[in-house]
């Protein structure tokens, strides 16, 4: 990995973008890094969670670097389709919970990069912000489907067709992050996180995430399928046995992931 660092510790997977020249702007390789990244996580049996953050306390994300090597001419239709959509689908299909660490501006496709995640924790100077308009583009790499579903249609064109910044607190009023801390704490909270999720059921996380995912475009009956398939699999789990044993013994359950 050339554009970010990962370690993984305890059962925590801590991804951490590292381009501070640019504000952890995304290109090619780095995009390619992230999805790598999260394809390594989801195949480790001893990661339990994955953090996803940046280095430095200036940014998160600045979104697309169109400094690098991208052409006027390029399709960036196909851009999107070859290398920003499998880093998205990566993150919020990764059946381990995600959490963002979110230590400065997520600003167009950074944006969607935090949105992704599962859990976002923010400095209280952080920000988002959808660019995209200001250089004449359309919304990208997923904020269109996160940002209708967490704050609704009307406030959600009034973002992007405006560019407005988003201060961490409007951010949190908006559940656009789960939690606002100073950001000398912000380790801190993260790791509160961290370790509930290091010790939960993983893969029953996975099952809820992906039901969550699934359920706005399924009909009641086909949700109701896709729980029954899924609780099939839960109930079959190491951890579902030791789960019914812990509360029988009236004890504290020990998951392992399995």
């Known amino acids: 990995m050339q554009y970010l660092q990962q370690q993984t510790q305890a059962g925590v997977c801590t991804i951490t973008l590292h381009r501070p020249d640019v504000f952890h702007a995304l290109h090619i390789p780095l ?4 999805t790598l990244a999260f394809t390594q996580a989801r195949n480790d049996a001893e990661v339990r969670v994955i953090v996803l953050t940046a280095t430095g306390d200036k940014a998160f994300c600045s979104g697309a670097d169109l400094k ?6 390029d399709d960036f239709g196909d851009i999107l389709r070859r290398y920003y959509n499998p880093m998205i689908l990566a993150i919020r299909q990764c059946p381990k919970p995600v ?3 979110l230590n400065g501006i997520a600003a167009g496709a950074g944006c969607s990069l935090a949105l992704a995640c599962d859990l976002v924790v923010a400095a209280e100077y952080a920000s988002m912000r959808e660019l995209f308009v200001g250089i004449g583009l359309s919304i990208d790499a ?3 489907f996160f940002l209708t579903r967490l704050v609704g249609y009307q ?3 009034d973002w992007c067709t405006t560019g407005k910044l988003l201060d961490a607190a409007t951010c949190l009023h908006h559940r656009l992050v789960h939690q606002v801390v100073p950001y000398e704490v912000l380790d ?6 961290t370790r509930y999720y290091v010790d939960a059921p993983t893969q029953a996380i996975g099952y809820i ?6 359920s706005s475009a399924l009909s009641l009956e086909d949700s109701l399928e896709l729980e029954a398939t899924l609780q099939s699999k839960a109930g079959k789990t190491a951890d579902f046995i030791e789960g019914v044993q812990a509360f029988l013994g009236k ?8």
């Open 31 to 34: 995009i390619q890094e992230i």
């Open 68 to 73: 690098a090597g991208l052409r006027l001419d």
């Open 99 to 101: 959490i963002c660490r």
């Open 142 to 144: 997923g904020s269109s």
């Open 155 to 157: 406030t959600a064109f």
């Open 188 to 193: 801190q909270a993260v790791e509160q996180l």
């Open 209 to 214: 995430k992906e039901s969550l995912n699934k």
């Open 251 to 258: 004890r504290k359950p020990i998951f392992r992931g399995k």
